[in-house]
Structure formats: structure tokens, C-alpha cells
């Protein structure tokens, strides 16, 4: 019965949600946001060196570019205000005053942010395939790798900004710190600490076994990474720790807002 | 009769600053004015009313429910917040529909029930456009709107007449004693007591987050009534003023301050004193240079039954 209520309260909510963001700034910033690897992988493709084939070119931008760059920082942007915006708005008094579960109002805003995300990143991934195949096709494979880690990524970033969201003022400042400050430091160190990133896993759903075509040691390559479908298992692990973890930070959490 | 609301020591705090110090009340149906100045607590009280915030001490109850995260009550509730924010990309009925949706309407009924609210609160003509272009009165009515748009038993209104011309100050007054009529029960707070006085015989005064008294109007008038009302004078030659005012009977007492120049004039019959002072202060020839009643505003009176 709750989980029936949970889940026609998040659509409710989803569907209120998404006309917000469609139409919000943020969004727009979003779309700029999105459209940037596009536009290097672009220049690169025109302008780079000749010997670079296109698979080789796509799958550097998109481990770069795409995976690096985009996912975080477009997870961030639109996961952070998941929960937090409605409280920064002082709407939240509405939806948590009606009978519908707390916790459907972060899953149903989460929802309507990750379909807008996964536009964006799916977006992005199609347009950097279509910059790198200037130079030679680039395999549908690869392509459908690059988008899957995409979508596992902002999956996962989304829910952890939204999390970091609901329960920090400044959320946007200690996500974006986590994202591209904690996780490079981790990765760099020497040791295990880069299995404690989502880079890692993502990097591992992206590349699924053919480092070392790219320029990385086979042998290096799976000391380094991970079987795809074990980050996925992980990463779907992940995701749903943090959905626990927001709806019930939803639940309890007493928002204090000013009059 | 049993309360719709019960308090048992209620307290609720903000880091170190008091919002409810230790509240107990019990609120019978009807309408019922929850009236104090400005930082007094009800605010803090209406939120806890509706589970928008926890106790930090004591219990509260509404129509026997714990507020916080209770859906079986928010059938039963409805709320309109002080502070202004609406979803701004939304028409006003849009906005109400969605929250009708949200109280469980399908979406035909919502959008029917959403299009009678906005009629209720005089925004026939305006529901359609979007509420980021409403005056001030229009968004606190539509706040209102979606209040009462699912006929809730208790309708919750958190200073719902601030920022209302006269015309829906009175539209927002009868739709309140409407409700009544049609055996609702309110609790709205205001900080002028004469708003609530005019809707309602049932009070609650709360004080620096405390129950200061509970019961009819004319029953609160009569206390503060026992208490004096307070003149603050300035005047060149204090002492002299001070020993002509004890001779006037109305005064009951007269002190100086520190400062020499300040006088303090306690009286129960605050008219009459006025209507002599012109005269009195001629006579004491003491240079009056400033006069301010205390009973000027409500915080005044609550001072006085403080102590």
C-alpha cells in the first residue's frame, strides 16, 4: 500500500516537475553545458591529427569530454536542487502537507531530473560519435557502451547530488567538491582509493575490456579496471543505497523555512 | 465538544532562539484567532499544527492525529502558508489543480474543484493567467484556494488576511465565516487583534511562545481592561508635572526615569486622561515635548499581561 502511494505520488510530482524543468534557466545552462563536448569533439575531429582513427578519437572524448566532464557536472547542476530547490522556493509546504509519502516528492523530482539528463547526455554522446565519424565509423558498440555509461553516471551522480542536496545548505559547492576534487585526488593516489570513485566503474562500463586498445597495457588495463558488468552491479548498488538514503532523509527531515 | 487541536507543553526552538517556549492549549472547533505580535510563536505553532516541523518537547494533536508526515490528516487539512511562493511558471489553477491532484483527485475533479476555489476567492477572472503576474492579494488568495479546494474539516491560515485591499479583506472574511457555516473549523493568526475580533467571539493570545490567555473576546478586552494603560511623557519640568497629575483621579500612578525628563502615567481610564492632559500640563506649566501611549499597539497589551 505505501509503495503504491510512494509511487502515484512520485508520478504526480514527476509530472508537476518536469514542466519546471524543462523550462527553467538552469536547463538552459544545462543545454549549453551539453552542447560544449559536442563542439570541441567537433573542432578536434576537423582540426586534429590525421593519424587518429575514429574509434581511437571517440573513445578518448568520450572518457574525457563526455564521462569527465558532462556527466558530472550536468548531474550536479540538475540533481543538487533536487529536493533543495522546493525548500530554497518555500513551495515545499504544498506537496508535504498533502497525503502523499515525503519521499515521493524526491523520487518523483529526481525521476523528472534524470529524464532530462539523459537527454542531455544522450544527446551528447550521439553528437560526439557523429564528430569522431569525420574521421572513420565509429562502431555501434562503442557508441552504445559510451551511452550506457553516460546513463549509469548521471544515474548515479544525480541521485548522490540530490542526497548531498537535501542534506547540506551548500550542496552545490560540496557535490561539485566531491565530483571533480574528491574523485581526482582518489584516482590519482597510488593503491585502491580510485575503486572508492565512480569514474572507475564508469570508465570500466565504457571500455568493457578493450583497454588496451586505446594505448593502456592489457596487463595495467585489469589491474585497473573492472569487468562491465561487475561496475554495473556495483553501480546499481550504489544508486540504490542513495534513493534509500534521499527518500528517507525526505522523510524525516524537518525543512525550516522562512516566512 | 472535543478539541481539534490539543498542545501539552509544546516547545520548539530554532538553534538557541525560542519559537514555542511551553505551550498548552487545547483548540475547540469553529473559528478560533490565534492573535499575538510579531515573533510571538504562532507561526511556529501553525507549522507544528500541520507537521511541517517536529516538537523538540511536549506533544501536539490534531483531530487526533501526530501532525508530521501524517497523511490520514492531511485528508482532513488544509493549509494556506505566510509565506508568498507558488509555483511561478503555473497559472493559479494550474497551481491548485496540481495540489488537488496531489490531495488525491482524479484530474477532471481536481481541475473542477481548483476552478470553484478560485471562484470562492474572487479570482474567477484571473485563474487562468499565470500567478508570477498576481498582485500580492491575488497569490495569497490563490494560497488560500488551494487551502480549502478539497473541503477540508480544518483549514489552517497562517496571517491569511496580510496584504489584502479591503474588498478581499472582506471577501477572505465572509468566505471564512462561510466555511463555518458550513461546520469547518479555522484557526487563523493575525497580529491585529481587531482582524480576528471581527470574524470571531474564540481566541488564543499567544506571547513570547507562550498561551498568555484563551477564550472569548470580550473576556480578553475585560483583562486587558483591568490592567492600565501606559503614557510615556517627556517634559522639561517632570517633578512638577508628576505632582499635578496625582491630584487627577483617573491616574492611578506616576513614575520618573532615570534620565530626568521621562515620566511614565499608568491609568485606567486612558480617555479621559487624554481629554484632560491639555489642560493638566497648562496648569503644571512642565513643557511637554513628546506624548506616546503605550496602547497604541497589541504588543503593548500583551507587555501588561506579562508583568
Not at chain 2, 43 to 63: A, C, D, N, Q, W
Not at chain 2, 158 to 184: M, W, Y
Request: proline share 4%; with cysteine; hydrophobic share 45%.
Amino acid at each position: 500500500m505505501y509503495l503504491l502511494e510512494l509511487l502515484r505520488g512520485a508520478w504526480l510530482i514527476y509530472r508537476m516537475h518536469l514542466g519546471t524543468v524543462v523550462g527553467s534557466r538552469r536547463t538552459i545552462a544545462a543545454l549549453v553545458l551539453a552542447a560544449v563536448p559536442v563542439v570541441i569533439a567537433a573542432l578536434a575531429a576537423h582540426f586534429g591529427p590525421d593519424e587518429i582513427e575514429g574509434e581511437t578519437f571517440f573513445v578518448n572524448i568520450g572518457l574525457v569530454l563526455a564521462l569527465g566532464f558532462s556527466v558530472p557536472l550536468l548531474s550536479v547542476s540538475l540533481g543538487v536542487g533536487v529536493v533543495a530547490s522546493e525548500a530554497e522556493g518555500r513551495t515545499i509546504t504544498y506537496p508535504f502537507t498533502r497525503p502523499i509519502p515525503r519521499a515521493s516528492l524526491f523520487l518523483g523530482r529526481w525521476l523528472a531530473s534524470l529524464t532530462l539528463l539523459a537527454f542531455l547526455v544522450g544527446s551528447c554522446v550521439l553528437g560526439m560519435a557523429m564528430a569522431a565519424n569525420v574521421r572513420s565509423t565509429v562502431p555501434e558498440e562503442y557508441v552504445f557502451q559510451c551511452l550506457v555509461a553516460c546513463l549509469m553516471g548521471v544515474t548515479v551522480y544525480s541521485l548522490g547530488s540530490a542526497v548531498i542536496g537535501t542534506l547540506f545548505k551548500r550542496g552545490l559547492v560540496i557535490a561539485l567538491g566531491y565530483a571533480f576534487a574528491i574523485e581526482v585526488l582518489l584516482s590519482i593516489l597510488p593503491g585502491s582509493g580510485r575503486k572508492l570513485t565512480l569514474q572507475h566503474y564508469l570508465r570500466s562500463i565504457f571500455l568493457d575490456g578493450r583497454e588496451g586498445r586505446f594505448g593502456i597495457d592489457e596487463n595495467i588495463a585489469t589491474t585497473l579496471l573492472i569487468p562491465a558488468d561487475d561496475a554495473m552491479v556495483r553501480l546499481w548498488v550504489t544508486a540504490g543505497v542513495l534513493l534509500v538514503l534521499g527518500a528517507y532523509t525526505v522523510t524525516r527531515k524537518q525543512f525550516v523555512l522562512s516566512s | 465538544m472535543s478539541a481539534i487541536v490539543e498542545a501539552e507543553a509544546l516547545g520548539r526552538w530554532y538553534g538557541e532562539v525560542v519559537g514555542l517556549g511551553d505551550l498548552t492549549v487545547s483548540i475547540e472547533p469553529g473559528i478560533t484567532g490565534l492573535v499575538g505580535p510579531n515573533g510571538a510563536g504562532k507561526s511556529t505553532f501553525m507549522k507544528l499544527m500541520v507537521g511541517e516541523l517536529r516538537p523538540h518537547r511536549g506533544s501536539i494533536t490534531v483531530l487526533g492525529h501526530r501532525p508530521f508526515g501524517s497523511r490520514p490528516l492531511y485528508r482532513r487539512l488544509g493549509f494556506c502558508p505566510q509565506q508568498d511562493a507558488l509555483y511561478e511558471h503555473q497559472s493559479g489553477r494550474a497551481f491548485v489543480r496540481d495540489i488537488m491532484r496531489l490531495a488525491g483527485f482524479p484530474r477532471k475533479e481536481a481541475d473542477r474543484r481548483a476552478v470553484a476555489a478560485m471562484e470562492r476567492v474572487g479570482l474567477a477572472e484571473a485563474m487562468d493567467r499565470k500567478v508570477s503576474d498576481y498582485s500580492k492579494g491575488m497569490r495569497q488568495r490563490t494560497r488560500l484556494a488551494q487551502a480549502v479546494a478539497h473541503d477540508p474539516e480544518i483549514i489552517v491560515a497562517d496571517e491569511p488576511l496580510t496584504g489584502l485591499d479591503p474588498i478581499a479583506r472582506r471577501q477572505t472574511l465572509e468566505l471564512f465565516r462561510a466555511l463555518a457555516n458550513d461546520g469547518k473549523s479555522v484557526i487563523l493568526s493575525s497580529h491585529v487583534l481587531h482582524e480576528v475580533e471581527s470574524l470571531t467571539d474564540t481566541m488564543v493570545l499567544i506571547h513570547r511562545g507562550r498561551l498568555l490567555a484563551q477564550g472569548n473576546v470580550r473576556d480578553v478586552r475585560r483583562l486587558i481592561n483591568k490592567h492600565p494603560s501606559r503614557v510615556h511623557l517627556k517634559a522639561r519640568d517632570p517633578r512638577g508635572l508628576a505632582s499635578r497629575l496625582l491630584d487627577e483621579p483617573y491616574v492611578n500612578a506616576v513614575s520618573l526615569s532615570g534620565d530626568g525628563e521621562g515620566l511614565l502615567v499608568e491609568t485606567l481610564d486612558v480617555g479621559t486622561f487624554h481629554q484632560r492632559f491639555a489642560a493638566v500640563a497648562g496648569e503644571a506649566d512642565a513643557g511637554v515635548r513628546s506624548l506616546v501611549s503605550d496602547d497604541a499597539s497589541l504588543e503593548a497589551v500583551f507587555d501588561y499581561l506579562v508583568g
